[in-house]
């Protein structure tokens, strides 16, 4: 039972960025890599507030808000400067390894004796404490609800039009380029969240937790698209149930006896295997409709209708 109870927590934690992640690598196709230093960021901007003795839910806000600037950064490399969008977030990536060390001042914060948003009254049922569980799971369902009603908007459904075709957003009279740099901050939002949420989980900060976030994230999207990809789930919960389900893998391989240290082999082994099983199942749609070659251009025709059609009811 605590295993389960650990793999849940874990799972709703990497969650918060796997849903960062699905909006710049599944609706935006954007590579995004700044993942892995907002995500420190997050944790490293309230883990200094929460030693000055700010409130825990307002500590852990600003140091989302702190990640959500990288992804600003990020956005105005690749739109102003006209920097591919892989290579942007390479950059801000790196330079953000630099900034989280000075905003921690020294590569790793205790937090222990701090309190935190996980510093909850004990609710035991069946000798488990189940506090952290549950606030996860309010966290969670907040942000799931929040999440479908923004893709819902018209800004949510410019934003999916950014990965389909940009000329669609051009004829509606949208500015592709603030739909682009909105999407990256609201995901980078999301994986500072996720971070500062895990750092007070687990009871420190350290300059290198983000290291390979974004990979693991994606391997997270992967898994849940290619597992869960005929049951018609919304998006969010794909996310969450390949959140959930990568934690598990790796809490359960590691019950089996597998050295942490080859954690990342593990994840790069699933992502290949998820990714395989992703593309040969969609030549294998793509054979039975019929629409092999279908181009992007063709894809952009059916969408601008679609869109021009949801626009004009919004």
């Known amino acids: 039972m605590s295993i389960l109870i ?5 799972g709703l934690l990497f969650a918060i960025l796997v849903f960062g992640i699905y ?20 944790a490293a901007t309230a883990a200094v507030l929460l030693l000055r003795g700010m409130n825990p839910w307002v500590a852990t806000f600003l140091g989302a808000s702190a990640a959500s600037l990288g992804g600003l950064v990020t956005g105005i490399i690749h739109t102003k400067l006209k920097i591919n969008g892989l290579m942007a977030g390479i950059l801000v990536m790196f330079g953000l390894y630099s900034v989280n060390l000075r905003v921690m001042g020294k590569a ?80 980078n939002f999301l994986a500072g969240l996720s971070g500062a949420l895990t750092a007070q989980y687990q009871g420190f900060s350290d300059v290198g937790m983000g290291t390979g976030s974004a990979v693991t994230a994606l391997a997270a999207v992967i898994i849940g698209s290619s597992l869960l990809k005929k049951l018609s789930l919304p998006m969010t919960s794909i996310a969450l149930s390949g959140a959930v389900l990568y934690k598990g893998i790796l809490v359960l391989v590691l019950r089996l006896g597998l050295d942490p240290n080859d954690f990342k082999l593990a994840t790069a082994i699933a992502v290949i295997l998820a990714m395989g099983m992703s593309s ?35």
């Open 108 to 187: 790793n914060i205790p937090l222990f004796a701090e309190t935190t948003v996980f510093t909850l009254p004990e609710v035991s049922i069946g000798g488990e404490n189940l506090s952290t569980l549950l606030l996860l799971l309010l966290i969670v369902t907040v942000l799931l609800f929040v999440y479908e009603a923004f893709f819902r908007t018209k800004t949510g459904f410019f934003l999916r039009a950014v990965g389909d075709n940009e000329e669609i957003l051009t004829s509606l009279g949208a500015d592709a380029h603030k739909i682009k740099i909105l999407g990256l901050m609201t995901a």
């Open 23 to 42: 909006i710049t690598y599944k609706i935006m196709d954007f590579a995004d890599l700044s993942v892995d230093g907002t995500y420190p960021l997050g």
């Open 280 to 314: 040969g199942a969609l030549k294998k749609r793509r054979k039975q409709s019929g629409r092999k070659n279908e181009t992007k251009e063709d894809k952009g025709g059916a969408f601008y209708a679609k869109a021009a059609k949801l626009v004009k009811n919004l």
């Open 6 to 10: 650990s793999i849940l927590e874990q």
